[in-house]
């Protein structure tokens, strides 16, 4: 089937919940993949931030043909050394000590939440505005835009919304109810917000002294992203949950919930669970995955590539009095106009380059890891004959 058929039978079989670009991919290679009808593009978004390493890699796709000759799943009911092994990296390249499996973000946000409740005993969860935490309807309040839930009412409660990167809002709505404060290092899908270097530290000394517990969700800034293995690092924050998902697994579905200390004590047997979290292939590609980002040096190239990017977005910034801003850490990028930026989206899409549109205004850049310096030129030229055109 080429682009069209493919794209005009959807209706009749798709339930319409994505505004979607009209291509159909077929494959990918590393930064590039291929619609059916044999057109290349370049992917700067890489899947909403998921392709890491890149499309296909081969020791991904290896890890996960060879154990899915070995076994698949087997469920929690039992032990496997592959679980056991991604526990322990993941313990490794982290501050926390324990983990908990599922297969999403909004699954590792709804872990937390569970477990913050449980722990403290208490009810009461800290969010922030603008913010996303996922679509289930616990991850979907806790999320700070309207949008995304006010059609789904009611809501579950216990959740409290603030301003985010202002710590004194949050240090005020603090309570005897209050489990915990959560949050994203930068915020993904509200548009590449990044708030004060020191407002994650801020939170961290408030929620310590007044005993509460901080979430983190780097299910979007997790695995080198922002040019740190987990975008905490910036702030020097250990949280005492972090969750991640999105890239941690090569493409492979996949979430995880990362604890520290006494607080993984809150869940005993029962508490909690996912019949196909952690299986054996999920972690096998993970497993694969990280070590791809370590062996690669994709964190320290998320850095060097990710300041080489931003410049030439600042360069462009100069000369178009419609850019806002330009901000970012590592290959985490946002560029803000002053006008909505769909119609740029599609012209680039046209020119054989993927991104993403958030907020409305915000071109958001997201590509692999593996990303190069000729890339980024390339790239640049045609966002810059774009915007000539504006
Ligand atoms: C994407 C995202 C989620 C939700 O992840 P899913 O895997 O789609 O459930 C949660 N939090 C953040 C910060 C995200 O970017």
Redesign the pocket.
Known sequence: MNNKEIIDSYPQYIMNTYGRQPIALSHGKGTKVWDVNGKEYLDLFAG?AVNNIGHSHPRVAEAIAKQGKIMIHCSNAYYTEEQLKLAKLLTEISSHDKVFFGN???EA?EAAIKLARKYTGKGEIIATENS????TLATVTATGQDKYKLPFKPLPPGFKHVSYGDSDAIADAIGDKTAAVML?PIQ??GGVRIPSIEYLKEVETICRDKGVLLII?E??TGFGRCGVMFASEISDVKPDITTT??AIAGGFPM?AMLVTGDVATGFEPGDHGSTFGGSPLACSAAIASINVIIDEKLVENSKTIGKYFKNGLNKLKDKYDFIVDVRGHGLMLGLELSMEGAKIVDDLREKGFLINCTAEKVLRFVPPLILTKEEINTFLIALDETFSNI
């Open positions: 909403f999403s973000g909004a946000n996303f935490h996922g679509r994203e993904g899908e969700d299910v979007q998902a999105k979430g």
